[in-house]
């Protein structure tokens, strides 16, 4: 028997959520989804609220994780402590609130799921993510471990899959909002892509305007927030099928979705 795993990229914005509200419950039916891992990081653009969290989870998320902005809005603290299906990266320091991983009942048993965050090119420096994953692993005896790795450099992301290859069911890498075509199966059994895109506005700059981005590339200083662009949006992601006995996965298919187009790559 074999089980699906859905994963969304980074959610941008109101109309990104508003998107992922409508249409994530029929996606999960679509492609037979047993569980389904969001990352909310930036429902907010930058952030994400109690809110906004909530939303995910009634659209069809089981767990949501986050990454280098899991902080931004203080108001997400006590939600972060209280709720174990909303994680943050656990290599951050000890004294952030919440948690960075969890294991959680199904039908088909235990599933874990992990959030890490990368150091090549953040603005802060969480500890070693390699040897924090090593630390879970002991501490896990799910056969299903997935594994949200929100990282800046694709050869961290890349390099982590392969360190954990045969021992983790899948990693996905999020946090630079551009799906890439790499989706697969390492020789071992890991699910991998270095990055599932994002839920967000298709005409844009990783989600906001695109005057904003190219201002601050212009050398111009940025005198207002990061604003979402306007427009129709999309959710990218992939599935990990899964066999249930073992825990390897059987192969990879990348996802996106507009609002009015669907497409799903197939990668063995």
Known sequence: MSVNILAVGDVVGENALSFLSRRLWSLRRELGADFTVVNGENA????INPHEAGEIFSAGADV????NHALQKYTIFAKLDDDPALLRPANLSPLAPGRGWGVYQ???GD???INLIGRCGMDFGPDNPFYEAERILEKITAKIVLIDFHAEATSEKAALAWHLDGRVTAVWGTHTHVQTSDAGVLPRGTGFITDLGMAGPIWSILGVKPEQSV???LGEPRRTPYVQAPGPCKIEGA???VDEKTGKCISVSSVRVTEN???LSKKP
């Open 106 to 108: 199904t039908r088909f």
């Open 44 to 47: 907010s653009v930058v952030g």
């Open 111 to 113: 599933v874990a799921v």
């Open 239 to 241: 599935v990990f099928t």
């Open 215 to 217: 201002s601050r590339f």
């Open 261 to 263: 187009e669907f497409s």
């Open 64 to 67: 949501v994780t986050l990454g």
